[in-house]
């Protein structure tokens, strides 16, 4: 395993219980399957051989649905924890009986197989209790009556534990001959006693629950199948089947929950596709944007990490002769920060159409944002405003990575004042700076996603590297220059999956 793929898994506390009990369950199918091989068939009856193939058999289909709950457990709607227990327990119960048909028979393995049916039952009992617990909080109902029942259920449960260990002593619910023959004793017909305690809490259950129909079809099947195998195999000793029920009913409830899921996880991609659309139609995406303009170009893009993204950018007229632009990045990613920087869009451009300097506009949308914003959330922005006849640029930046002027042919990073983000400090003030371009100097706008974009060894881009690429193509075009970026960016991170939004800018100033 790589490191890479051991910090995932560590990095994930779901993902690595489910993977420690695949290891676990697997150990169990190769010693249940080298313990047959060891023992042999000879001296065993043919449907105890059935039962031990079957339960080797059914031992391996718990190892590949862990295997499977490993893989989903990454998903954001994964529910694969909850049948952690059951498949383990049900794994458990497969390997416990399995042994004790191999030791059956056999005079010198006696207590092993009072040891072995012992411990066998008890985790009969405890898949019983676990699935009762999966059935109490998927069909999402509570009552007094289900509360009693619980507490019955539970205490009857401890009770038949303990009488499960006194078994290897005395004849309670079996007993082993001296030819180590497994024989069924006197209580036995009272051992689903511990069941007719949830028969009300059920039936209320069932009956009561909002949860659908194909729901509570699933759940039952825990009740149902197990209680279908307890009634066959009581008729026909030698069959096995309530390990093969349990695993049924295993089965049937994890592929519910994994078509409802993969059904819900359908629908809010459509909708989340249909956001992105949207927030994308939000912001400047024709290229050019001025054609009629000979004076400057302006290009920009923007790579969300998600569907939906926090970055955003704009640019628009003021006037005739004066142009702003503008980056931002919103202190989150998703659809919170979709909402969050869509009105921070619309509060920055529609208070810089009024007019005013840098500093004033800056202060207002801080004022607007910090008045409702019980979610913390605060947004870095680095807005211009540039005079077109004279290339003078006035700008301000709350907390936004410093730009990249281009002056004489060549690009760096002009470190000015830099106040707080937006919604950070409410009340911060947000000083304007100035400085002015000649015909062919550009500015190079960029969140945080291009610098911070790390590589399989965890080294970051940063702002050398995409100096380097700005200065290596002086004769490139804006769109060019985003493009030359977005792609070293690409190859510097390699396999390596993007983690934060990247969104760039680029502005070269002509003059008329």
């Known amino acids: 395993m790589s490191k890479k793929e051991q910090k995932k898994i560590m990095g994930n506390p779901v993902r690595s219980r489910v993977v420690l009990g695949f290891l676990f369950v697997s150990f169990l199918a190769v010693a249940g399957f080298a313990q047959q091989m060891i023992r042999g068939f000879d001296g065993m009856d043919s449907t105890w051989s059935y039962s031990t193939g079957f339960e080797i058999m059914g031992i391996w289909i718990c190892s590949i649905i862990l295997m499977s709950c490993a893989q989903n457990a990454d998903h954001p709607e994964s529910q694969t924890r909850i049948f952690i227990p059951p498949i383990i327990t049900c794994a458990i ?22 040891i072995l049916n012992a411990f066998l ?4 009992y405890t898949t019983g209790l676990i699935f009762w617990t999966y059935i109490y909080k998927t069909l999402h ?32 619910f079996f007993t082993v001959d001296s030819a180590g023959m497994y024989t ?21 259950l069932f009956i009561k629950s909002d949860s659908s129909a194909r729901t509570k079809s699933a759940t039952g099947s825990m009740v149902m199948l197990p209680l279908l195998a307890e009634i066959v195999t009581f008729l026909k000793f030698g069959v096995s089947m309530k390990p093969a029920a349990i695993l049924l009913s295993i089965l049937i409830n994890y592929g ?30 024709i290229f050019p944007a001025y054609p009629e303009r000979k004076d400057f170009d302006v290009v920009a893009a923007t790579i969300p990490a998600k569907e939906v993204g926090g970055d955003f950018y704009d640019f628009f007229m003021i006037d005739e002769n004066h142009i702003a632009i503008l980056i931002a990045d919103v202190s989150d990613k998703g659809i919170g920060a979709a909402l969050f920087m869509t009105i921070s869009k619309i509060i920055v451009k529609t208070r810089t159409q009024l007019g005013g300097t840098p500093s004033e506009i800056l202060k207002y949308v801080d004022e607007r ?49 830099h106040g707080s983000p937006i919604g950070f400090l409410p009340g911060m003030a947000f000083p304007s700076y100035s ?18 974009a790390k590589n399989p060894e965890s080294v970051r881009f940063g702002t050398e590297r995409m100096l380097e690429v700005l200065n290596a193509h002086p004769g490139a075009s804006d769109k060019e220059l985003i493009e030359l970026v977005n792609q070293a960016v690409g190859d510097f991170v390699k396999s390596e999956p993007q983690f934060d939004d990247m969104t760039m800018l680029s502005f070269t100033y002509f003059k008329k």
């Open 256 to 285: 519910l929950v994994i078509s409802t899921r993969e059904k819900r996880y359908a629908v809010t991609q459509n909708e989340l596709n249909i956001a992105s659309k949207i927030q994308m139609n939000l912001l400047p995406n």
């Open 184 to 204: 069924r004793a006197s209580l036995y017909r009272f051992r689903p006693i511990l069941y007719l305690a949830l028969v009300p809490s059920c039936i209320e």
């Open 435 to 452: 400085f002015d371009l000649k015909p062919g100097d550009r500015i190079f706008l960029y969140t945080d996603g291009i610098v911070e």
């Open 121 to 124: 039952h008890i985790a009969y």
């Open 93 to 114: 119960c497969l390997f416990l009986d399995e042994c004790a048909w191999l030791v059956q028979g056999i005079p010198e393995y006696r207590l092993v197989n009072c």
């Open 141 to 172: 109902y509570r009552s007094r009556l289900t509360k009693i029942c619980n507490w019955i259920f539970l205490v009857l449960y401890l009770i038949l534990c303990i009488l499960c260990i006194l078994d290897i002593f005395l004849p309670i």
């Open 369 to 417: 944002i910090s008045e409702k914003n019980d979610a913390g959330m605060f947004v870095t922005l680095w807005l211009g405003i540039i005079d077109l006849k004279t290339g003078h640029v006035e700008c301000g930046n709350a907390g936004h990575d410093y730009p990249a002027i281009m002056h004489d042919g060549k690009f760096a990073i002009e470190k000015n004042i």
